[in-house]
Structure formats: C-alpha cells, structure tokens
C-alpha cells in the first residue's frame, strides 16, 4: 500500500477471484483508475507519485492472478474481457460515473480497450508506453528477428539460452509454453527469471547498475512471466488490429499519448499510428527515453500530462 492510501479492500467476482484495489488522495477529488503493466506486474510501490493528491482522487487495484488479488496465479477465467468486466464492476462498486484512465504499457492495452467497450465513462486518458497487441508488436518484443532482440542480441542470447535453437516467435512461445503450462516448479521459477531478465534488460535506456546479477523468483517474477506468456499465446484475447480498427469510438476523448523515442518493449511505431488515428490525442516521443516510466524524461511528462488535465477539468 502506498503511504497516501486510505482504503484498501477486495472486490469479489462472480466467477471467483477477489480483485484488490486501494484508494488514495481525494475522496471529492479527480477520479482517475491507474491500470497496471504486464500483466501480471501488480502495482507498483510510488504509482501514486504522478498525481496532486489534493486534486485527484487515486484508484488502483491489481489484475487478476497478480499482486494482492486472489487466486494467485490463477489462469482460469482470466482473459482480457474478464479484466475489463473487473473494471465496470469496479467503477460501479465506487459509484463512479466517470473517471480518467491512467496507464502503462499493457495498461494502455487495457485502457484502450475499456474506453472503446464504454466510451461515455472516460473523462480522458492518460498513456504511457503504448501496446496495442498486434502480432507486429509480440514478434517486436519476443521474436529472435525482433526488434528488440536485435538491439539487445546478448540480452536475448541468454534469454533463449536454454532452447537448441533459437528458432521464430513461435518456437520461443512453444519453448516457454512446455515449461510454464508444466508440473516442474523449479524450471518454472528458472524460466520466470530469464523472462523477467529479458524484459527489464531491454526496458530502460541506461539500467540501474545496482540490479543484482542474481535473482530469486519472487512471486512477482513469477506472476509477470506467467501472465504474459498466457496473453501473449492468447494473441491478448482480442482480434488483429482491434484497436485501431475501433478507435474511432474515442473521438470525443482528450489523451496524451507519452512514449520513449527509444523503447525497446513497445515499438514507438504504435504510438505514432494511434496518433494518427485518434485526432483528439497528442503525442509526445520523449528524447533519449526507454519504456520504463521510472525514466526521468517520462516521469516528468507523466506529471505534466497530470497537471494538465487537472488544469482542464
């Protein structure tokens, strides 16, 4: 729980997972619902940060199988129209009629998708690092001819270490897929490592020289690897360019669209292409910024995109 929390509590489904979720700031505030990573990341610790808690009133809570919601793990009714089922209860459950929507990478996934399923309930949109899972954006982040293995060929040799080739997008997805829908713990914990490795190895422009060179697997490590590699074969549970195709139904939303210029995660090609398809949006490509909204750069549009809206509303 972030120290500005003032609630804290969990929201029973109909189909048995209990979904965590915290409020902080204003209760009379700005509603804006902050729509995590991953999936499978939980909330991260200073989310709360980007925010005049005087201004706004915070919600966050965790998807489900991750951080606080329960189960763990859980794979069962967990696909993205549950996730956004879990979002209109939420709003629902807090009497909230509308509320912006803050999110980050795949959170602008799910946030993209929750605006187009009921457009009426979002004030604007706030995102950051833009995924729109498209096939084009999974062989980016995941394929040995990617994008990012291409930038990053060492960081991807050791996360593909243990295949005997390293094959397609497909063989890198089989090769997980043996072990993460198998019964070996430990390959489990060893293969979340290697996929957490990869991603933060490629998420920022200069990584924290602090980072261990060792890891444990962490819940969090687990659920992050997990929870994608089953979104990711899953294609995100939506058809081919479904954003794009139905961004239309965003035309009366005010977003800022906020992207490292030089993301390695999410290609910067997807923020500029919902750019264009969405005139009621602007776009900033952040100079010498990776994926990581810890990047200074981001960070601080991240706050001002906050500011601004405040300013607007």
């Known amino acids: ?40 990341a939980g909330l991260s610790p200073g989310y709360t940060d980007f925010f005049d808690l005087d201004s706004y009133h915070v919600i966050g809570f965790e998807q489900r199988g991750c951080g606080r919601s329960q189960p763990h793990l859980s794979l069962d009714n967990n696909t993205t129209h549950h996730l956004l089922d879990d979002i209109s209860q939420l709003r629902t459950t807090l009497g909230i009629k509308q509320w912006l929507l803050f999110g980050g990478s795949w959170g602008t996934t799910l946030a993209l998708l929750a605006a187009i399923r009921e457009p009426e309930t979002v004030s604007g949109m706030i ?11 999974f062989h980016w982040f ?59 190895a490629i998420a920022r422009v200069f990584p924290h020289s602090s980072e261990p060179t060792s890891l444990t697997c962490s819940p969090l490590l687990m659920s992050l690897a997990v929870l994608e590699w089953h979104y990711i074969i899953n294609d995100c549970f939506i058809s081919e360019d479904y954003i794009l195709q139905n961004v239309h139904q965003l035309r009366s939303i005010p977003a800022k669209l906020i992207h490292g210029r030089c993301d390695t995660v999410c290609q910067p090609q997807g923020a500029y292409l919902l750019h264009q398809h969405w005139p009621n949006s602007d776009l900033l490509l952040v100079e010498g910024a990776g994926h990581s909204s810890a990047d200074f750069g981001i960070a601080s549009a991240l706050r001002q995109a906050t500011n601004d809206f405040k300013a607007m509303y």
């Open 1 to 40: 729980m972030p120290p500005t929390c003032y609630l804290h509590d969990y929201m029973p489904t109909h189909d048995g997972h209990q979904i965590y979720y915290e409020l902080s700031g204003n209760p009379k505030g700005i509603p804006v619902l902050v729509i995590h990573g991953g999936p499978g």
């Open 127 to 137: 995102l950051r690092g833009i995924f729109l899972a498209r096939q084009t954006d």
């Open 142 to 200: 995941l394929a040995p001819d990617g994008g990012a293995a291409r930038i990053y060929p060492d960081a991807f040799a050791r996360f593909t270490e243990t295949m005997s080739t390293q094959g397609d997008l497909s063989e890198v997805l089989a090769h997980y897929s043996a072990i993460f829908s198998g019964h070996q713990q430990s390959l489990k914990a060893v293969a979340a490592i290697r996929w957490y490795q990869w991603e933060e």
